[in-house]
């Protein structure tokens, strides 16, 4: 056993998931074992049951599987763990002329009456298209659903009970099918197949419809869970078991609270403790937990009575969950990402025994694994007060719903509830165009879309969409003019998070008409300013000479510079520029009546007084540009711009609350 912080953790085998570099790693025995999204975005600790892969030769189509029609044919294709070797994982016709069905097999023993899961790692090849089969699992009936390669997208399915794809790196999907083994079938046949289309499996058997296969397991339950390697014979990855022992004096024996934040996997009909403090035994217990009828439950039972257990139905949660349970004398209360869920004033702690033990992810006696990802935990000796509750289970507000009013705004994340499409991006294999949310954007289905696209699986930002509300979209209909948001299949990313990347040659967008006039202004941006005269964002009209206004540049490689100037003849201009390298938080604030004074990562910076310019008209109908100046002095920024956001008035009293708003996001200073 290993100790995780104070945690202790046993799980005697391996266990593997997707590493922050977007490969699939392996965590050692006891190790526990934190996974990543497709982006590089932390997932949680995985706490899972015990699964069996029964599907031999996970890793190699040519060995145990059948081939019909086909020929296994090695490849140096990358695989999800990052293996760029030669092996069997190409699926593609026999080249026997005509058209047919192309395909790798091999059967299974199972247990009757039991719901499976078969899983895959598939990817396009020669054809887009791929199809998982359950054949002969209830007599001669067969279950199967198609998967577009191409869009991360599901196609027809027949006789199953649920199936799904999730987009992974480097253009593979992880598809998945589930059923319900027939009463009297103790065995059924496990199938890919190739195919060109939706609803038809039958290819051209030409030696070109050619798709990859990796990475195959077939378990018992509803959902597949992580990968189990196999070669000759079926493998084990034994239960996750998470707890931390003599732990009386962090749990509230009299009173208090209990808070988990999970990232939901439902499985449907299973027991689930997501965190539990107990004595070791059934009889005195504190937990939140998912019933076998599918309730998310907060329970409390003293000296081996149960004073409540009760919650709301679980069946549609999906995504990030923050869960509290606080309980008192006749007091107890659920919460769910901010809000009451569940309310209980019936119940004595007077007969509860001290409470001794944390369980992670599992009940007292390590039963009833969670399965599912676990993100932070918090335990309170006291009954959190409602507003306690709903801020601890709460999200954290959005920046423009907290600071209204914004002129102009611009990110990869969103800044409002009413926040739809993020960004519209153009795909270099086909010039194809769509529209992206920001949760599209941070978690796979953009690079997806991109790379399905072929070509150098490149993607371009055509518009920038304005989330104030005010209609400032940023756009560019020059191809070669459009900066990059996805390059070569991988998102662009600054510290994690999303960035949209200049090029320093051409590349700039522009949002016609934006009006300023007399305003005092205020403009918050993530930027790094890499080389000189980076000119970043910049409000003015077509010309110098006939409109004043305000930019955001680099005056030299990480010197930032905020410029004020006017519409007068002598070009009047008011800088403050200072010296911070790295991503920054670069905050300006325009006092017409004052100062013009820039920030940096929250730090005063310098200051210029602009006072004499209060009354000069700027920016009436003129345009604001991102990622270069004015173009004909041919300034452009060679920089990752991932936020920008403008006010036409002095945000001196909020700045630091948007600023602790951005940096909680972004995580750019202490």
Request: glycine letters at 10%; hydrophobic letters at 35%.
């Amino acid at each position: 056993m290993a100790q995780f912080g104070d945690f202790t953790v046993d799980r005697n085998s391996t266990k593997y998931v997707l590493g922050s570099g977007g490969t699939i790693i392996s965590y050692a025995t006891d190790e526990p074992a934190f996974e990543f999204n497709a982006d590089g975005s932390y997932k949680g600790l995985l706490v899972e049951p015990a699964a069996t892969n029964l599907c031999l030769q996970s890793e190699d189509i040519n060995t145990t599987w059948t081939p019909f029609q086909s020929t296994p044919t090695q490849s140096t294709e990358e695989t999800p763990d990052g293996d760029t070797s030669s092996k069997y994982i190409k699926l593609v016709d026999d080249g026997g002329g005509g058209t047919g069905i192309v395909a790798v097999y091999q059967s299974i023993a199972v247990s009757a009456g039991t719901k499976y899961t078969a899983s895959a790692f598939l990817k396009a090849d020669g054809l887009d298209w791929a199809v998982l089969n359950a054949r002969d699992y209830d007599g001669t009936t067969d279950g199967y659903q198609f998967f577009d390669l191409s869009t991360g997208s599901l196609g027809t399915a027949s006789n199953l009970d649920d199936s799904s794809i999730e987009a992974y790196p480097n253009g593979w999907y992880f598809c998945s099918i589930t059923w319900t083994q027939g009463a009297g079938d103790t065995s059924f046949t496990f199938r890919v197949d190739v195919a060109g289309v939706n609803s038809d499996a039958t290819v051209d058997r030409d030696g070109t419809s050619s798709i990859f296969v990796w990475g195959a397991q077939v378990e018992t339950g509803s959902i597949a869970t992580s990968y189990i390697p196999t070669t000759t014979a079926s493998v084990t990855r034994v239960k996750d078991d998470i707890t931390l022992g003599s732990a009386s004096s962090l749990i509230g024996q009299t009173e208090g609270t209990i808070y988990v934040e999970v990232d939901w996997r439902e499985t449907s009909g299973v027991l689930q403790y997501l965190l539990s403090a107990n004595d070791d035994s059934v009889n005195n217990r504190v937990a939140i937990r998912k019933t076998t009828g599918d309730s998310l439950n907060m329970l409390a039972v003293a000296n081996n009575v149960t004073l409540t257990d009760q919650g709301e139905s679980s069946s549609s949660y999906s995504g990030v969950q923050k869960l509290a349970f606080a309980y008192a004398n006749n007091d107890f209360a659920l919460y769910r990402n901010g809000s009451p869920i569940s309310f209980d004033t019936s119940g004595s702690l007077a007969a509860l025994a001290t409470l001794t033990n944390i369980d992670l992810g599992q009940a007292f006696n390590t039963s009833a694994q969670a399965n599912m990802w676990i993100r932070a935990v918090s335990l309170y000796p006291k009954r959190l007060s409602a507003a306690q509750l709903a801020a601890l289970t709460g999200s954290a507000p959005r920046l423009i719903d907290s600071y209204s009013g914004a002129a102009a705004a611009y990110s990869l994340r969103n800044l409002s509830t009413s926040t739809t499409n993020v960004v519209k991006v153009r795909r270099s294999g086909d010039d194809a165009e769509l529209d992206f949310t920001a949760s599209e954007v941070s978690g796979g289905t953009l690079a997806a879309w991109v790379v399905a696209g072929g070509g150098t699986e490149d993607g371009f930002v055509v518009t920038w969409y304005d989330q104030s509300g005010n209609g400032n979209n940023a756009t560019q209909a020059t191809a070669a003019s459009q900066p990059t948001i996805v390059s070569s299949g991988t998102l662009v990313t600054e510290n994690g998070k999303a960035a949209v990347l200049f090029d320093g040659t051409d590349d700039g967008l522009n949002a016609n008409g934006f009006n300023q006039g007399l305003n005092d202004f205020a403009t918050f941006a993530i930027i790094n300013i890499s080389e000189a005269d980076d000119w970043c964002a910049v409000a003015n009209g077509t010309s110098r000479a006939n409109e004043g206004g305000f930019m955001i540049f680099g005056e030299s490689a990480n010197r930032y510079r905020a410029v004020f100037w006017t519409n007068t003849a002598s070009q009047t201009a008011a800088t403050s520029s200072v010296t911070k390298a790295g991503q920054v938080l670069q905050s300006i604030i325009g006092d017409r009546d004052n100062l013009l004074s820039q920030y940096l990562n929250g730090t005063f910076g310098s200051s210029t007084d602009i006072s004499s310019y209060s009354n000069v008209d700027l920016v009436n109908n003129g345009d604001l540009t991102i990622g270069y100046g004015f173009s004909f002095l041919n300034r452009y920024c060679n920089t990752p711009i991932q936020e920008i956001i403008i006010y036409n008035s002095d945000q001196s009293a909020n700045r630091t609350g948007i600023e602790a708003n951005i940096n909680d996001y972004y995580n750019i200073y202490p």
